[in-house]
């Protein structure tokens, strides 16, 4: 059994959740297989080398210039002709936009099964045979398995999985292919504009501080990124908080925003809609923070404190500042 994990970068920085799907791939093939891993990009073969210790044998890259930005029909056919030369039974990736839409487009090129946002898989002798998924805002998990013969490709929901450390030795190699022609691509990247940086990407961070409409202005904003600072936790924010202005669009947790999986998520002055719920009831701690005891935010949370954020969190910075210096 052979699995073949996509470890994505951005900006030639490898993600860091990537390496959760090499402790998945070790953990389904144990005994009964190897583990692979696939880089693209304009450094992918420096960026191997973060790869090492975490279950793969072998870290396959593909270098060139062009492959400095996701470019989406070339790497698609840059993974579908490592696919059939390397002949993995499975291809993991993580469930983010990028490897989203990448794997998408090779199960689609492949006829292959895809499986997308798995919290939970299983396995048969080293054969990934399926896995568990998030549905209806994370009230019900469904149980899926593959049905078909041939490959099978899944992406892993970020923070789901930890990435363990795993002694071994791993071998980098370019791996010979045939770079398609850029002229390919019917998408043309024309720029490429970053948000404002935050720590950590909201799908990647392990700590998230999370504002809602409750916070009333931008500027009030600062309470909670001084309180993140403390943390080393990254500010995320409710569609209403998004929509009135008091934060970017890249900060919203939820339906429409995005899902995230930290250890530990404090809301503030955030209700619990539904639609906010579905992108962070998964946090493995989440704390509240409202001043309304009846806010459907307290049936889901671990900690509730129901007091003026304006208060609380202010206090609850200076606390921690306490605690964290000790
Ligand atoms: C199709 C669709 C998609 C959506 N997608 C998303 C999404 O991705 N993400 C998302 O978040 N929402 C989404 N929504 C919106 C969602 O339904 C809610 O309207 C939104 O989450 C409410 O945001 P909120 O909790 O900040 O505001 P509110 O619901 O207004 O809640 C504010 C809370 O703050 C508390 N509060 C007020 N003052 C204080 C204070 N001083 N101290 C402490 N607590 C205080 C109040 O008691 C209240 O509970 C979507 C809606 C639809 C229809």
């Known amino acids: 059994m052979k699995i073949l994990v996509f470890l994505e970068q951005r900006d030639n920085l490898l993600k860091k959740s990537s390496l959760e799907a090499l402790g998945v791939a070790h953990r389904i093939v144990q005994g009964h297989g190897s583990v692979e891993a696939l880089i693209l990009g304009e450094q992918a073969q420096a960026l191997c080398e973060q790869a090492q210790g975490f279950g793969a044998t072998t870290c396959h890259y593909v270098q060139a210039p062009s492959l400095r930005h996701y470019q989406p029909l070339l790497y698609k056919e840059i993974l579908v002709q490592a696919?059939?030369?390397?002949?993995?039974?499975?291809?993991?990736g993580m469930t983010t936009p990028l490897s989203r839409d990448l794997l998408t487009r090779c199960a689609a090129a492949l006829k292959?099964?895809?499986?997308?946002?798995?919290v939970?898989?299983?396995?048969?002798?080293?054969?990934?045979?399926?896995?568990?998924?998030?549905?209806?805002?994370?009230?019900?998990?469904?149980t899926l398995t593959y049905e078909t013969q041939g490959v099978k490709i899944a992406t892993l929901r970020p923070n789901s999985f930890a990435a363990e450390k795993i002694p071994g030795t791993m071998t980098i190699q370019a791996l010979p292919l045939e770079l398609p022609s850029t002229a390919m691509e019917k998408i043309e990247l024309t720029e490429v504009r970053k948000g404002k940086s935050q720590k950590a990407d909201l799908t990647e961070a392990a700590r998230i501080i999370s504002g809602g409409r409750a916070l009333a202005s931008?500027?009030?904003?600062?309470?909670?990124?001084?309180?993140?600072?403390?943390?080393?936790?990254?500010?995320?924010?409710?569609?209403?908080a998004v929509d009135a202005g008091y934060a970017t669009h890249d900060m919203q947790v939820g339906?429409?925003?995005k899902t995230v999986n930290p250890?530990?998520?404090?809301?503030?002055g955030i209700s619990g809609a539904i639609q906010h719920l579905a992108g962070m009831r998964t946090?493995?701690?989440i704390v509240a923070i409202n001043k309304d005891p009846e806010a459907p935010i307290f049936s889901?949370?671990?900690?509730?404190?129901?007091?003026?954020?304006?208060?609380?969190?202010?206090?609850?910075?200076?606390?921690?500042?306490?605690i964290l210096k000790e």
């Open 83 to 92: 696919i059939k030369q390397l002949q993995p039974d499975s291809v993991l």
């Open 112 to 118: 292959a099964p895809l499986l997308t946002d798995l």
């Open 120 to 142: 939970d898989i299983t396995a048969q002798e080293g054969r990934l045979m399926g896995g568990k998924k998030p549905l209806y805002a994370g009230k019900v998990l469904a």
């Open 218 to 240: 931008a500027d009030n904003f600062a309470i909670l990124h001084r309180c993140a600072e403390v943390l080393g936790a990254t500010v995320g924010a409710s569609r209403a």
């Open 255 to 257: 339906q429409t925003g």
């Open 263 to 268: 250890t530990l998520y404090i809301a503030c």
């Open 283 to 285: 946090s493995k701690i």
């Open 300 to 322: 889901i949370a671990d900690y509730g404190i129901v007091a003026d954020l304006f208060e609380a969190v202010p206090l609850l910075t200076e606390k921690l500042q306490g």
